[in-house]
C-alpha cells in the first residue's frame, strides 16, 4: 500500500505507534499527460457562486476526503505532478492531524517584513477613504501593513504572500476545476494602480488539491503559487481559524483596474470547511486572504464565492495548514 508523505510524516510526530512507519522522499509522481493551459489575462471577473451548501467531514466519501488530501502540481513548461492518497489512508491521516493540532503542532506563522522595511521607521498607517455606502473602503497606502503582503495575480485574482516566494490564493484561481489551467499567473504585490511598488514576479509552480482541480469540489478550493523570486523578502502571518472579527482584502474588478479595497467583519464557521460572512467582495478578489490581527496581519482563510445574501470561503483547519507546510516544504523554488 502506497502512503503519501504527509501521511508518513504526520503519523510519526503524533503516534507512538507508527515508529515502524518510514518517511519517504517527496511521493509526487511525473504524469504522463502534459498539462491543458487556459491562456489570457483577467480571466475570473466574477466570483464563483456560493450555494450555500454547508458539508460536514462525515457528509463526504472516504474518496472524496482522499481527493481532497491528494496535490496536484503544474509548470509553466507544462509539466504536471500528483501526489495521490488512497481512500484506506484517509481516518488514520485525519486522527493524526487532529492530535497534531492538540499538542500544539498547527502553531501560527508570523509576519515577516519586506526586506528594505525591516530597519525602517515606516508608518504602520494606511489611509483609507469610504466610497460611498459601499461598506468597503480603498487603500491608497499599499506598502504599509499588512497591505504590502497582497498582490494581484495576473488571471484576474488576489493573493497573499505566506513565504517569501509562496503566494495563497484560491484553487479556481489556477485552474478552473475540469482538469485545465491557468496560465496568466504572475503576481504583482501591493500594486496600487498603474504603481508596482516591487515590481511583478514571473511563477514557477501552482500546486492545488486534486478534489477542486477535477472535481470542482469547493470544499477544496484554495492553491499555492510558487514565485520565481521573492517579491520583497516579507510575508503575512497565517494559521488555523479561530473565530472572530476578520478583513477581506483584495482587487475587486468592479473597481477601477489595480486598485486595493478593503472590508471587515465577523466570520463563522459553515460545516466542516467552510467560512461565510457578510463582507462586502466582487469578482477579482478571489484569493484574498480571510485575514485577522487587528488590520488582517494573520490569514486564516482564503476568499472563493459570493451571493446577495453571503460570501464564503475556504476555512484554514488542521488538514489545510499541513498540506500548505508540505507544499512549501516539498516546492521551495
Known amino acids: 500500500m502506497k502512503v503519501s508523505t504527509a501521511l508518513c510524516l504526520s503519523i510519526l510526530v503524533v503516534s507512538p505507534l507508527a515508529h515502524a512507519a518510514e518517511a519517504k522522499p517527496s511521493s509526487f509522481a511525473r504524469l504522463d499527460e502534459k498539462a491543458n493551459f487556459i491562456h489570457g489575462d483577467d480571466l ?27 496535490t496536484i502540481m503544474v509548470t509553466p513548461d507544462g509539466q504536471q505532478y500528483e501526489d495521490r492518497m488512497h481512500p484506506e489512508d484517509v481516518v488514520a491521516f485525519e486522527k493524526a492531524l487532529d492530535e497534531l493540532e492538540r499538542l500544539g503542532g498547527m502553531e ?6 519586506p526586506d528594505a522595511l525591516r530597519t525602517s521607521r515606516f508608518s504602520m498607517i494606511a489611509p483609507r477613504v469610504v466610497i460611498g455606502t459601499d461598506q468597503r473602503v480603498k487603500i491608497n497606502n499599499t506598502v504599509v501593513a499588512p497591505y504590502w503582503h497582497i498582490g494581484r ?27 485545465s489551467w491557468y496560465s496568466s499567473l504572475n503576481f504583482t504585490v501591493a500594486q496600487n494602480g498603474s504603481y ?33 523570486s521573492p517579491a520583497h523578502g516579507g510575508h503575512a502571518g497565517w494559521g488555523v481559524y479561530g473565530g472572530g472579527t476578520h478583513s477581506i482584502t483584495g482587487y475587486p474588478g468592479d473597481k477601477p483596474f489595480g486598485t486595493m479595497w478593503t472590508g471587515s467583519g465577523s466570520v463563522s464557521t459553515s ?18 486572504g480571510i485575514a485577522n ?7 486564516r482563510g482564503v476568499h472563493t464565492t459570493g451571493s446577495p445574501s453571503k460570501n464564503c470561503g475556504t476555512r484554514l483547519r488542521s488538514s489545510v495548514y499541513n498540506s500548505l507546510k508540505s ?6 523554488n
Open 108 to 113: 501560527t506563522i508570523k509576519e515577516r517584513l
Open 293 to 299: 490581527g487587528g488590520a488582517g496581519v494573520y490569514v
Open 327 to 332: 507544499w512549501i516544504s516539498a516546492f521551495p
Open 271 to 288: 460545516g466542516s470547511y467552510r467560512l461565510c460572512y457578510t463582507i462586502d467582495t466582487a469578482g477579482g478578489q478571489s484569493g484574498s
Open 153 to 179: 495575480i495576473a488571471v484576474g485574482c488576489t493573493g497573499t504572500l505566506i513565504t517569501a516566494k509562496h503566494v495563497l490564493t484560491a484553487g479556481h484561481c489556477v485552474s478552473n476545476g475540469s482538469g
Open 44 to 70: 475570473i471577473r466574477s466570483e464563483r457562486p456560493e450555494t450555500g451548501e454547508s458539508t460536514t467531514i462525515d457528509q463526504q466519501t472516504l474518496e472524496e476526503r482522499a481527493a481532497g488530501f491528494s
Open 196 to 228: 508596482q511598488p516591487w515590481g511583478t514576479r514571473t511563477w514557477t509552480r501552482a500546486i492545488t488539491t486534486s478534489a477542486w482541480h477535477n472535481n470542482r469540489n469547493t470544499n477544496y478550493d484554495y492553491a499555492l503559487i510558487v514565485l520565481s
